[in-house]
T-cell receptor, first 115, second 114 residues
Framework: AQSVTQLGSHVSVSEGALVLLRCNYSSSVPPYLFWYVQYPNQGLQLLLK??????LVKGINGFEAEFKKSETSFHLTKPSAHMSDAAEYFCAVLPSGAGSYQLTFGKGTKLSVIP | DAEITQSPRHKITETGRQVTLACHQT?????MFWYRQDLGHGLRLIHY???????NKGEVSDGYSVSRSNTEDLPLTLESAASSQTSVYFCASSEHRDTIYGYTFGSGTRLTVV
């Protein structure tokens, strides 16, 4: 079964600093990968997705993620954190083969931005 | 604009009662999903549907049921609410069966079972 591991349930960065949120997946075949963001008391919003095209994926709000097959990773980065980036971030995986069409989510990483 | 709405936003119920959470989408998506979100567990899939009259169990389906009588709605029923079902519930929909375009999520229903 597919699984997703997000390292660090809580990450704090200073405003203007680099944001790095880690995600590793377990799969023998490269899956589709997603990052979602959840602001307080809201649903989840898609940030970006990897679907076997370019390995560096650019998303909304200045975020990007790089798919690294050799490391089974899909880490999310942003060069300069803004206060508005404070939220919870979820990595999710979908098998690329036929037969399973449900997203499996990681446990989430809460990002705090310190002024 | 198309949207996915959940109701109610907040619900308090007593142990043993039957509760139904509503999910309505106007995207005309065939795929619909119910997740629960709990601290330390992320989102876990409860049930899902790929079209009218189609329903499937997810990872944590015990104590829950769904029905799909039309494209727009996938209500989630807790047959006999338990305290362990206190959670935030999210409904989602997607356009394609393989969901590579990602899900669209509702704003959630916070359910408390006392």
């Amino acid at each position: 079964a597919q699984s997703v591991t997000q390292l660090g349930s809580h990450v704090s960065v200073s405003e203007g600093a680099l944001v790095l949120l880690r995600c590793n997946y377990s799969s023998s075949v490269p899956p589709y990968l997603f990052w979602y963001v959840q602001y307080p008391n809201q649903g989840l919003q898609l940030l970006l997705k990897y679907t076997s095209a370019a390995t560096l994926v650019k998303g909304i709000n200045g975020f990007e993620a790089e798919f690294k097959k050799s490391e089974t990773s899909f880490h999310l980065t942003k060069p300069s954190a803004h206060m508005s980036d404070a939220a919870e971030y979820f990595c999710a995986v979908l098998p690329s083969g036929a037969g399973s069409y449900q997203l499996t989510f990681g446990k989430g990483t809460k990002l705090s931005v310190i002024p | 604009d198309a949207e996915i709405t959940q109701s109610p936003r907040h619900k308090i119920t007593e142990t043993g009662r039957q509760v139904t959470l509503a999910c309505h989408q106007t995207w005309n998506h065939n795929n619909m999903f119910w997740y629960r979100q709990d601290l330390g567990h992320g989102l876990r899939l409860i049930h899902y549907s790929y079209g009218v009259q189609d329903t499937n169990k997810g990872e944590v389906s015990d104590g829950y049921s769904v029905s799909r009588s039309n494209t727009e709605d996938l209500p989630l029923t807790l047959e006999s609410a338990a305290s362990s079902q206190t959670s935030v519930y999210f409904c989602a929909s997607s356009e394609h069966r393989d969901t590579i375009y990602g899900y669209t999520f509702g704003s959630g229903t916070r359910l408390t079972v006392v």
